[in-house]
C-alpha cells in the first residue's frame, strides 16, 4: 500500500484528501508545474502549498525523482504526469458520489456536512477512541511523529452523508520497522466454495456488517494523532474536556490525542481488529480453516456453521434460521447493533448474490458493469452495433506501430480495464480472456487496444443480464481442465487456461500469459499444468478442511504427449522436453501424493479452451455457457473410450424444474 494511502471508516483504501483539484481545467496548470527534465525550471512551491493537493502531488514527485535518479538515473515525468492525471479525472468522474475533505463539504453542503462530521466524532468519542494528553507533558520527538488527523465528507448513492474520520499512516511507516501489521482477507476462491455449500445444503444465509469495526480493537502501541483547524473546534463540541488541552500552533487551534483504539489509516489497526475479531469467534466455539483463516466453523445441533468474513463485511449460515440468529447475537453483544440482512438474497464485497431453490447460487454485478459502460460512452459516444463474442480471433495481435491512446482516454483505458479485473474474476468470468489481455496493455495503450474494448463493452451492454450460476452435483468430486495455446502472444509465449467444477458452472479461472518461451506446445501444455495443479491442490485441502473429504479428483488435458510426461516421468522425454524435468516431476509427485487422476479430454469439449484463445461462432457460445453455468458442463461424454465407465454427474439447466438435493452424510452413505 502506498504511503499516501488512507483507509476510510469501512477499511476502505482511499487517497489523502483534496481541498482543490477536483476539476479537470486544473489539468494544465498542474502540467507547467512539472519540470519535463532534471534541469527544468524551479517550482514555486509556496504558491502550490496554497493550491491543496498540487503541493502534495508534487512533493511526492520531487522526493521519488531524487531516488529514482540516485537509483537507476532516470526521470520519472512522465509517470508522474499521468499519475497526476489518473487522480484528476478519478476526481472528477466520481464528484457526485464521491467523498471530499471536511471544508470542501461543509462549503458545499453546509450544515449537513457539519452533522455528518459531528456524528463521526461523537462515534469515536462515545468509543473511547481518544484519550486526552497535556501538550506540556509531550517530547519534541513524540510531537513530530504524530499522526495528522483527516476528516473527510462522503455523499453516498442512497442520499445520505456520512463523515470518515482517519490517521494519516504516512509517518508511521518511517518508526514502524519491520513489524509485521498485516491483515488476512477471505480469498475469493473461499467465498464462492462456501456459497457453492451453502446452496447446496440449502442453509439459511445472514449478511452483517459490524459498524466502526477497528474502534472495537484496542491500540496496543503509543500512537498520536494531531487534530488542527477547525477540526478541532467540532471535536470539543462532542466533548468539552478537550478545551482545556488546545494550544495554538502558527495560529491554528491543535490538538494532540493518545489513540485508545484502532483508528482508521494506522499500519496495525486492521490486523488488530482481525486479532479482536477471530478472538470474539474462537469464544463462541468456531476453528478456523487454516487453508483460509477468515473462514470459521462451528458444529451446532449436529450441523456445521460457517461464517466468511472479509474485514467487517460477515456472512453466516447454518441449516437452522435460528442458529444463525444466535451467532448474531452474540456478536452484537460484543461490538454493538449490527446492519443485518437476511433472505436468499444477498450483497457481499461487490458482488449480488442470490441462493437458488434449486440448490444453486446466481451471481451479478450490473451496477459495476453499468459503470465501465458509462465510462466508456462518456468519450466515445453511446455504444451501439452487435458483438456476439467479447473479443475478435486477433485479440492477441499488437500492432506497434498503431497510435497512442490520448492521455484522457488512456487513463479511462486504465480506469474500465481495472475495474473490469474485479468484475471478470467474481460475475462476469466470460470476460476473463479478454481482460486478461487488455491489463498487459494498459502502460501503452493504444487505439487498437481501444477497440479491443469497446468491443467488450458492447458484449456485456448486450448482455448485462446474464448471472453466473454456480451449484454442486456432490460436494465430494472435483473436476479440473487445464489446457494451453503454444506461441500465442507478440512474444512467442504461450497462454494457460485453467477450470475447477463442483458440478454447475466453474468455481475458479484461470487465464494468464506465461511467463516463459517454449519450445514445443506440449511443453506449453506441461507448463499450463503445472501453473493450475496448485490451486487444485488448495481447493482440495481446503474443501477437506471445511469437512468435505474428496473422494474423486480428476483432471482433464487434451494433450497425450504432456500427460505421458507427468504420469511417467523422464522415460516419456524425448529430444525436445529433456530440459523440462523439474516441472514434470513436480507434477508426478503431485498427482500421486494427492491422488489426481489425470484423463484425457475431447479438444472440442475442453472446457479450459476457452480461457486460452478467443474462440468465435458456436464454440464460443457452448464453451461460455458451460463456465457460466446456463448449461451442464460435459461430465459424461468428455472422455474418449469407455464412456460407459464415467457417471453422468451433471445437472440440468437452471431453466428445468427442482431436482431432489442429496446430503453429504447420504453422499458418501451410499459410496
Known amino acids: 500500500m502506498d504511503d499516501n494511502t488512507i483507509q476510510d471508516s469501512e477499511g476502505n483504501d482511499t487517497l489523502t484528501p483534496a481541498d482543490n483539484l477536483r476539476n479537470i481545467d486544473h489539468q494544465e496548470e498542474i502540467e507547467t508545474n512539472v519540470p519535463t527534465s532534471r534541469k527544468g525550471p524551479r517550482i514555486n512551491y509556496k504558491e502550490l502549498h496554497r493550491s491543496g493537493r498540487r503541493a502534495n502531488m508534487l512533493h511526492i514527485f520531487k522526493k521519488a525523482q531524487r531516488k529514482l535518479r540516485k537509483k537507476y538515473k532516470v526521470s520519472i515525468n512522465d509517470t508522474f504526469r499521468r499519475l497526476v492525471r489518473v487522480v484528476m479525472l478519478q476526481m472528477q468522474t466520481g464528484a457526485e458520489f464521491g467523498q471530499m475533505s471536511m471544508r470542501e463539504g461543509i462549503k458545499k453542503y453546509g450544515e449537513l456536512a457539519i452533522q455528518a462530521v459531528l456524528a463521526e466524532y461523537s462515534q469515536l468519542d462515545n468509543k ?49 520497522g519491520d513489524k509485521n501489521v498485516s491483515s488476512p482477507t477471505c480469498a475469493l476462491e473461499s467465498l464462492i466454495l462456501t456459497l457453492i455449500v451453502e446452496a447446496f445444503e440449502h442453509r439459511d444465509v445472514a449478511v452483517a456488517d459490524v459498524p466502526g469495526a ?7 502501541d503509543f500512537v498520536l494523532v494531531k487534530v488542527r483547524g477547525e477540526s478541532v473546534t467540532i471535536l470539543c463540541e462532542c466533548n468539552s474536556d478537550y478545551k ?33 475479531f477471530t478472538t470474539c469467534l474462537k469464544d463462541l466455539g468456531f476453528t478456523l480453516n487454516p487453508y483460509d483463516p477468515c473462514v470459521g466453523n462451528m458444529m451446532v445441533n449436529g450441523k456445521q456453521c460457517t461464517i466468511t468474513w472479509y474485514v467487517d463485511d460477515t456472512k453466516i449460515s447454518h441449516e437452522a434460521p435460528n442458529v444463525v440468529s444466535w451467532v448474531i447475537e452474540e456478536i452484537e453483544q460484543r461490538f454493538g447493533k449490527m446492519t443485518v440482512d437476511r433472505g436468499k438474497k444477498h450483497t457481499f464485497v461487490g458482488m449480488d448474490f442470490e441462493l437458488l431453490s434449486c440448490g444453486k447460487v446466481k451471481i451479478t454485478m450490473k451496477n459495476y458493469i453499468r459503470e465501465c459502460i458509462e465510462g466508456f460512452e462518456s468519450l466515445d459516444g453511446i455504444l451501439s452495433g452487435k458483438a456476439t463474442t467479447p473479443g475478435q480471433i486477433d485479440l492477441f495481435e499488437i500492432d506497434e506501430d498503431e497510435e497512442p491512446l490520448s492521455e484522457e482516454k488512456a487513463i479511462m483505458f486504465h480506469h474500465i480495464v481495472a475495474k473490469m479485473l474485479y468484475i471478470s474474476k467474481q460475475a462476469r468470468i466470460d470476460a476473463d480472456l479478454v481482460v486478461s489481455f487488455l491489463c498487459t496493455r494498459v502502460s501503452k ?18 448482455t448485462i443480464d446474464m448471472p453466473r450460476i454456480l451449484g454442486a452435483s456432490r460436494l ?29 458452472g466453474v468455481v475458479n479461472i ?13 511443453e506449453t501444455e506441461v507448463v499450463g499444468a503445472s501453473d493450475y495443479l496448485p490451486i487444485t491442490i488448495w481447493t482440495k485441502r481446503f474443501m477437506e478442511k471445511q469437512g468435505y473429504k474428496i473422494q474423486t479428483n480428476i483432471y482433464f488435458q487434451d494433450n497425450q504427449s504432456a500427460m505421458r510426461i507427468e504420469k511417467n516421468g523422464r522415460q516419456s ?16 509427485d503431485l498427482l500421486v501424493r494427492e491422488n489426481i487422476t489425470l484423463e484425457h479430454c475431447k479438444t472440442d469439449i475442453m472446457v479450459a479452451d476457452y480461457f486460452t484463445k478467443p474462440l468465435q461462432g ?14 451442464r458442463l460435459p461430465l459424461k461424454e468428455r472422455v474418449e473410450g469407455n464412456v460407459n465407465d464415467v457417471v453422468d454427474l451433471s445437472e440440468p439447466s437452471i431453466e428445468n424444474q427442482e431436482i431432489k438435493i442429496a446430503t453429504y452424510a447420504e453422499i458418501v452413505g451410499s459410496g
Not at 510 to 522: D, G, I, R
Not at 618 to 631: T, V
Open 510 to 522: 484461470k487465464s494468464s500469459k506465461q511467463k516463459l518461451n517454449t519450445k514445443s506446445s506440449t
Open 214 to 220: 477497528y474502534l472495537c480493537a484496542e491500540m496496543d
Open 476 to 504: 465430494d468430486t472435483l473436476w479440473t481442465w487445464v489446457d494451453a495455446s503454444y506461441g500465442t502472444h507478440h512474444d512467442r509465449k504461450g497462454h494457460t487456461g485453467g477450470v475447477m467444477s463442483l458440478g454447475t
Open 573 to 588: 522425454c524425448g529430444d525436445k522436453s529433456k530440459h523440462i524435468h523439474i516441472r514434470y516431476f513436480f507434477i508426478k
Open 618 to 631: 458456436s464454440s464460443f457460445k457452448q464453451m461460455r455457457d458451460y463456465i457460466m453455468g446456463l448449461d
Open 445 to 462: 495503450s493504444t487505439i487498437q487496444d481501444w477497440n479491443k474494448l469497446k468491443r467488450l463493452m458492447l458484449y456485456l451492454k448486450k
Open 244 to 276: 482545556k488541552y488546545v494550544i495554538k500552533e502558527k495560529n491554528t487551534p491543535v490538538l494532540y490525542l493518545k489513540l485508545a483504539k484502532a483508528l482508521y489509516g494506522c499500519l496495525q489497526s486492521a490486523l488488530l481488529w482481525y486479532e479482536t
Open 128 to 176: 473511547g477512541v481518544f484519550v486526552d494528553m497535556n501538550p506540556d507533558e509531550l517530547s519534541a520527538e513524540q510531537k513530530s511523529k504524530a499522526l495528522d488527523l483527516i476528516t473527510l465528507v462522503k455523499y453516498k448513492r442512497n442520499g445520505k452523508f456520512k463523515g470518515r474520520a482517519c490517521a494519516n499512516r504516512k509517518k508511521q511507516r518511517k518508526y514502524i
